[in-house]
């Protein structure tokens, strides 16, 4: 049974940072394509980033690169969202997610497994 478990979220001021943390188990960790989506209250859910755990591939949405960033930890079969300069819009609820293959469009339908959400507020 495949779980992901994320952790890291909380409540920082404009400007702030956080590093959210979804561990990974009950598949084969080097793999997967693995990616961060988020849902603010009202909206849909977007694309944040994502990352393939094999390695050599990872993606950050436009909008967000250059504060956001992904990386993972094979080691402890983990990936991080490190995000900077958090503004009051990037508050929403931050979802782990993974796929049993390749890295391509960074669509929510596409994802198989999903975490239970982690919780970011910014605050001005």
């Known amino acids: 049974q495949v779980t992901l478990v994320e952790s890291g979220g909380g409540s920082v001021q404009t400007g702030g940072s956080l590093r959210l943390s979804c561990a990974a188990s009950?598949?084969?960790?080097?793999?997967?394509?693995m990616a961060w989506f988020r849902q603010a209250p009202g909206q849909e859910r977007e694309g944040v980033a994502q990352?393939?755990?094999?390695?050599?591939?990872?993606f950050v949405t436009s909008s967000m690169r250059g504060r956001f960033a992904i990386s993972r930890d094979n080691d402890r079969n983990t990936i991080f969202l490190q995000m900077n300069m958090l503004k009051p819009e990037d508050t929403a609820i931050y979802y782990c997610?993974?796929?049993?293959?390749?890295?391509?469009?960074?669509?929510?339908?596409?994802?198989?497994?999903w975490g239970q959400g982690a919780q970011v507020i910014v605050s001005s």
């Open positions: 009950g598949y084969q960790f080097r793999s997967m394509c």
């Open positions: 990352i393939a755990t094999g390695g050599g591939y990872s």
């Open positions: 997610a993974a796929k049993d293959s390749g890295c391509l469009g960074l669509e929510s339908a596409v994802f198989e497994y």
